[in-house]
């Protein structure tokens, strides 16, 4: 579901945000969840300009990659949560919600006669920030299709299946974003697609990407022997999940240990100046504007202030300065910044992992105003 390639980074982003809706209060509970927090604090004038740049890269609802000339509908959902976190603009979220309403096949089935258990995942949780309800979604019952997707076998309950043709590539990112919208609605199939997440933490406190590949065997956790080798640190997996996990309504107490041990190991990757990679430890690692924006807004969200502080300004020096021609937009790393060309103009083939970074980076560069900060941790 994502490559390591700059110019892709993740192709499920997610930032989760875990509401309880109730059938006599759903009405109240959707605009409420359609609203983001109003700041408390001025908005840092790198975060507002982060937020303007993505929302001209909304057209119509829909982030159109011109290079390969289709309409990317799991960029336009990130692009929109970073917009609701970062908040002012709210129409465009609403423009990406109406034009996924009309795509929820083509997204969800990739074209083939089956699902992506991500994809379903993923719109069922928008559907739900965006204030819609992912019971009748563009028509379609999003949660009847997601629970269809969770296995009951019994050495594998819980986990997401594709049923689309071809290999299984659900994942834990996935997961995360299927237990947000399986418990928002109080599908009794959260619980154990909640417990399956959970197994996926390893013991040094990382949430990896893949999952067991064979999806018979009887130990699927991280630490199950990891026959594939499958259990490397990642470091978006572990902040997607985290953001997840965070928006529980009342976390028992294996989600805030769990949240405890990902944010320590979270501190641990970051570097002297801020940054982090996507895989510590694996080849010749180079910090990334995604990994350390989803790790700072993570740690923002847990409190870790000094660290998601650190975080933010190591990605307002790759962001282009006010008054540039794409002023706003964070650049993957220093090299593609330094890259831009002498016109100022980010080109085409370039544009999709500019887009890409930027709605990764841009709501941690809240942290740059420290009284932003969440004050307390799980």
Same mark, same amino acid.
């Given at each position: 579901?994502?490559?390591?390639?700059?110019?892709?980074?993740?192709?499920?982003?997610?930032?989760?945000?875990?509401?309880?809706?109730?059938?006599?209060?759903?009405? =109240?509970? !959707?605009?409420?969840?359609?609203?983001?927090? =109003?700041?408390?604090?001025? /908005?840092p004038a790198e975060a507002a300009l982060a937020a303007d740049w993505l929302a001209a890269q909304v057209d119509d609802g829909v982030v159109r990659?011109?290079?390969?000339?289709? !309409?990317?509908?799991?960029?336009?959902? !990130?692009?929109?949560?970073?917009l609701r976190a970062l908040g002012g603009h709210e129409p465009v979220v609403q423009q990406v919600a109406g034009a996924l309403e009309g795509s929820v096949e083509e997204y969800t089935t990739g074209g083939?006669?089956?699902?992506?258990?991500?994809?379903?995942?993923?719109?069922?949780?928008?559907?739900?920030?965006?204030?819609?309800?992912?019971?009748?979604?563009?028509g379609t019952d999003l949660v009847e299709r997601l629970e269809g997707l969770v296995s009951t076998r019994p050495v594998s309950a819980g986990r997401l299946q594709d049923s689309a043709p071809g290999a299984d590539v659900a994942n834990t990112i996935g997961q995360a974003f299927g237990a947000h919208a399986l418990e928002a609605v109080g599908s009794p199939a959260a619980a154990p697609v909640t417990a399956y997440l959970l197994d996926q933490q390893c013991a040094g406190g990382w949430f990896r990407l893949l999952l067991?590949?064979?999806?018979?065997?009887?130990? /699927?956790?991280?630490?199950?022997? !990891?026959? %594939?080798?499958?259990s490397a640190p990642d470091t978006d997996a572990t902040a997607l999940v985290v953001l997840a996990l965070l928006e529980l309504e009342e976390?028992?107490? =294996?989600?805030?240990?769990?949240? /405890?041990?990902?944010?320590?190991?979270?501190?641990?990757?970051q570097d002297?100046?801020?940054?982090?990679?996507?895989?510590?430890?694996?080849g010749d690692p180079v910090s990334s504007s995604n990994s350390t924006g989803l790790?700072?807004?993570?740690?923002?969200?847990?409190?870790?202030?000094?660290?998601?502080?650190?975080?933010?300004?190591?990605?307002?020096?790759? /962001?282009?300065?006010?008054? %540039?021609?794409?002023?706003?937009?964070?650049?993957?790393?220093?090299?593609?910044l330094a890259s831009l060309p002498p016109s100022g103009r980010i080109a085409?083939?370039?544009?999709?992992?500019?887009?890409?970074?930027?709605?990764?980076a841009a709501p941690a560069l809240e942290h740059l105003q420290a009284e932003r900060c969440d004050a307390g941790s799980p």
């Open positions: 579901m994502r490559s390591r390639h700059p110019g892709t980074a993740l192709a499920t982003v997610l930032v989760a945000t875990l509401l309880a809706l109730t059938a006599c209060g759903a009405g =109240e509970q !959707d605009e409420q969840q359609a609203e983001p927090r =109003e700041p408390e604090v001025e /908005q990659n011109e290079q390969y000339d289709f !309409d990317d509908h799991g960029l336009g959902i !990130d692009v929109a949560l970073a083939t006669e089956g699902l992506y258990s991500g994809a379903v995942a993923k719109l069922a949780s928008f559907a739900v920030l965006s204030g819609g309800k992912p019971t009748s979604f563009g067991t590949e064979d999806a018979t065997a009887r130990d /699927q956790s991280c630490d199950g022997g !990891d026959p %594939e080798g499958r976390p028992p107490a =294996e989600v805030r240990e769990a949240l /405890q041990r990902a944010q320590g190991w979270l501190v641990e990757q002297a100046d801020g940054s982090l990679v996507a895989e510590p430890g694996a790790a700072g807004w993570v740690l923002g969200r847990l409190g870790a202030c000094e660290e998601a502080a650190r975080a933010a300004r190591w990605l307002a020096a790759v /962001q282009v300065a006010e008054g %540039e021609r794409e002023a706003g937009a964070v650049a993957y790393s220093q090299e593609a085409v083939p370039e544009r999709d992992q500019w887009r890409r970074a930027t709605a990764q």
